[in-house]
């Protein structure tokens, strides 16, 4: 077996069993390994800075690993690995149904993220991913900024999302939600039309704020809510909106409640309080379990699965990659639209929920681009 297992910058590779003499932990964590098939995880360590990292690589079949940096003060190392391992596997997906070359991969730091310290620790990320020679690729993600992304960049290429280029993602991620919002109405109406349609929003935020205008621009009809009243005032005056109260808005009568602020919405409690036909929103991790993706389709309320209809910020993040201009993302999160029916399709005729069916394009995409490369000599 070719695995290694050293104190700074080690290398575990999945699908080995782990050696025999192995310690308990070790095997463990191969199993976590073994459990997704991620191909390799980078366990990362610099003892002049302190700088504690996981680089998990799930997949590059379909191009470098491309994934954000987390910055968390995680309880335990296990509890970081899983999170990166979890990340990472969610990342393949997300830009597999998004259409993109890219792979799945995610890092993250061990540490307080509110630390002044920051060059050290960022560099020493950054030589980790040069190391790794274009396999990774990160940006910005929860406890990092731009400013972070640039002290990567002055050690390795393998980053975006730096000051100055493609920026905040929001309004192109609300485009994608806004085409994906519209594949859910053709399907359950006919028409993909929203004039005089309502959409419950919950969360006015960055991307709440710009799916607001689209929606507004086509005619349809706003109820909103966030904890912050200074945005739900933004979107009332701006877009003629009705607001709520943040936990009226499951109550909300419509035909699409449009989640956009936290996830876990879809939950035991908001469940029987939907009255909705369409669930179809930016947030991640809508479901706060997949038996609720099940309970939806359970009440045929069609729900759009986050991490496809969502795909816009990655898509942007892509588009920079290969030089970003605002209408080349824009037109590949309009494609958002399409994947989704395809969602639609897969879920009808194999008669399973739209988040499986999501999965399952994912991964007839992954699985036709290896067969094209192992067939060629
Ligand atoms: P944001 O922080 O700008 O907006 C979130 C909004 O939700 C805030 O205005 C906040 O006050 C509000 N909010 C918080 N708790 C609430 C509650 N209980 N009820 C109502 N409103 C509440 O974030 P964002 O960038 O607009 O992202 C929104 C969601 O979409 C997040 O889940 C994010 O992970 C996801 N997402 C964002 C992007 C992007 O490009 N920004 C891409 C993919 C996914």
Redesign the pocket.
């Known amino acids: 077996m070719r695995a290694r297992v050293k104190s700074s910058g080690s290398t575990l590779r999945a699908g080995s069993p782990p050696a025999a003499s192995a310690p308990e932990r070790a095997e463990d964590l191969f199993a976590l390994l073994a459990e997704h098939a991620h191909e390799q995880v980078s366990l990362c360590y610099e003892p002049s800075t302190g700088y504690r990292g996981i680089i998990a690589i799930h997949s590059t079949v379909l191009g470098p690993a491309l994934g954000g940096t987390r910055f968390w003060s995680y309880g335990s190392d296990r509890e970081a690995l899983i999170d990166a391992l979890r990340l990472s596997r969610g990342m393949t997906y997300k830009a597999a149904v998004a259409g993109l070359n890219l792979g799945g991969g995610k890092s993250v730091i061990i540490g307080d993220n509110t630390t002044a310290r920051r060059e050290p620790l960022f560099r020493a990320h950054g030589r980790h991913i040069e190391a790794l020679k274009g396999r990774y690729i990160t940006a910005e993600d929860v406890g990092t900024s731009t400013q972070d992304m640039e002290y990567i960049k002055a050690e390795t290429n393998h980053v975006t999302g730096l000051i100055g280029t493609s920026g905040d993602?929001?309004p192109v991620?609300a485009y994608g939600v806004y085409r994906g919002i519209k594949a859910c109405a053709r399907v359950r109406y006919g028409s993909d039309e929203l004039a005089g349609k309502t959409v419950a929003l919950?969360?006015?935020?960055?991307?709440?704020y710009h799916l607001a205008k689209l929606l507004h621009a086509e005619g349809a009809h706003l109820v909103v809510?966030?904890?912050?009243p200074f945005?739900v005032a933004r979107v009332v005056d701006e877009c003629q909106a009705q607001s709520v109260a943040?936990d009226e808005i499951y109550r909300v009568q419509a035909n699409v409640f449009a989640p956009?602020?936290?996830?876990a919405v879809i939950n035991d409690a908001t469940l029987k309080l939907l009255r909705v036909e369409i669930v179809a929103g930016?947030?991640?991790n809508q479901l706060a379990d997949e038996r609720h993706g099940d309970a939806l389709e359970a009440r045929s309320i069609i729900y759009a699965p986050d991490y496809v209809i969502?795909g816009?910020?990655l898509i942007n993040v892509n588009a920079e990659l290969q030089g970003w201009s605002l209408e080349r993302a824009r037109a590949k999160a309009g494609e958002i639209y399409d994947a989704l029916l395809r969602v639609f399709e897969i879920a009808r005729d194999e008669r399973i929920p739209t988040y499986r069916a999501a999965d399952r394009l994912a991964e007839e995409r992954i699985a036709a681009v290896a067969k094209v490369r192992q067939n060629l000599v």
């Open positions: 993602p929001s991620t919950q969360g006015c935020g960055h991307v709440g809510a966030d904890v912050d945005r943040p956009c602020a936290l996830g930016a947030a991640n969502n816009g910020g």
